[in-house]
């Protein structure tokens, strides 16, 4: 309910103004004062008239006030959104942990392969290096609340007619990152530019529809249908990685180091689908937080500790990666 505090005409009208302007949802008019001030009639009224003039107060504020726009509960503007990550420590924190480890990342990886020479080696340390500066710019966009907002989940949701804070720019930017770690992944097992670029377009497909899911308020099933395209271009990823390139990294003696990447990478992706199931997009069990923090950690695991394994490897030059100093020319 919404209530006005009117105790007197300086203090109503000094509410009804801070009300518009930072959108505080309620002004409180306290029934044990004597006179009430009514701000949109700019009259007094009193108390034997009070409890009526309360309701109708109220309804006509509330009427006001939704046509102004200025009743949300929620934050709005980008600034205002920006300011509520601020506020939420444990928000915020998970952005710029991220920042801080894709720098870190990559002056560790412009400090190991400083002195390789080989063009193939170099193209797979320089496509491991755009995860992390995609990765910078994604969290940027996060914590800055550029690609960040609030949308009312639609009837069938945990959160139906709530604001639920939605972290959409995860998904646009996942179409930009993951398309490199899938890269430097071909390259190492050393697969073929064909089963490269399926890779990637599935996997840009997967992101674009998850992305899809999280945005759409119009229907809730609707959600869950982008959710499950979603999930059929992970599944060839999937498939790619485990039966396809785990293959050709075998031939073409990698098999070690492809591995501990394979797995690494299987068991972070899947956890991904999982988060969005279990959190405020999906089912509503997690708070926002947990699964920002959730994701966050995953993309360390996924993008950093990927990085710098295939770094290490690649830095020593082996001729398993090597493509000659030809390699690249036409
Ligand atoms: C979504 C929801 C819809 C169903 C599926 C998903 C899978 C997401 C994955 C993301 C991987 C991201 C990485 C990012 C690194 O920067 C979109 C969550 C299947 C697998 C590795």
Redesign the pocket.
């Known amino acids: 309910m919404l209530k006005v505090y009117c105790l007197n005409r300086n203090m109503a009208k000094s509410l009804f103004r801070s009300h518009i302007r930072r959108s505080i949802t309620k002004i409180c008019i306290n029934t044990t004062y004597y006179r009430g001030y009514d701000p949109i009639a700019d009259n007094f009224f009193n108390q034997g008239t009070l409890q009526s003039k309360c309701m109708v107060l109220q309804t006509t504020l509330f009427a006001a006030l939704a046509q102004l726009g200025v009743l949300s509960s929620h934050p709005e503007t980008q600034s205002e959104v920006f300011e509520h990550i601020l506020d939420d420590a444990a928000l915020a924190s998970s952005f710029y942990v991220n920042i801080a480890l894709a720098g870190f990342t990559i002056i560790a990886i412009l400090l190991l392969v400083r002195n390789v020479t080989d063009p193939r080696a170099k193209m797979i340390a320089f496509v491991t290096l755009m ?1 992390s500066a ?2 910078i710019s ?1 969290y940027t966009g996060l914590a800055s609340g550029l690609t960040v907002g609030f949308l009312e989940m639609p009837a069938g949701h945990a959160f139906a007619g709530e604001q639920v804070l939605t972290m959409w720019g ?2 646009l ?2 179409g930009l ?2 398309p490199f ?1 899938l890269i430097a992944l071909g390259l190492l097992a050393r697969s073929n530019w064909t089963k490269i670029g399926i890779a990637v377009s599935m ?1 840009i497909g ?2 674009v ?3 899809a ?2 945005l759409t308020t119009s229907s809730h099933a609707l959600r869950w249908f ?3 395209i ?2 059929a ?2 599944v060839v ?1 999937i498939y790619i990685i485990l039966a396809e390139w785990a293959r050709e990294a075998e031939e073409a003696g990698t098999e070690d180091i492809f591995t501990k990447l394979k797995i690494l ?1 299987v068991v ?6 999982v ?3 279990a959190g405020a ?1 999906g089912v509503g069990l997690l708070e926002v937080w947990m699964t920002s923090w959730a994701y966050s950690v ?2 360390i695991v ?2 950093y500790l990927v990085t710098i394994l295939i770094i290490l490897y690649v830095a020593e030059e082996p001729d398993e990666v090597c493509g000659g100093e030809d390699y690249g020319r036409v």
């Open positions: 995860i995609v990765s994604s995860r998904y930017t996942w990152s993951t770690i996997t997967m992101c529809t998850g992305l899911a999280a982008w959710f499950a979603s999930s271009f992970f990823i990478t972070t992706w899947f956890g991904y689908p988060l969005w199931f997009e995953l993309d996924a993008k």
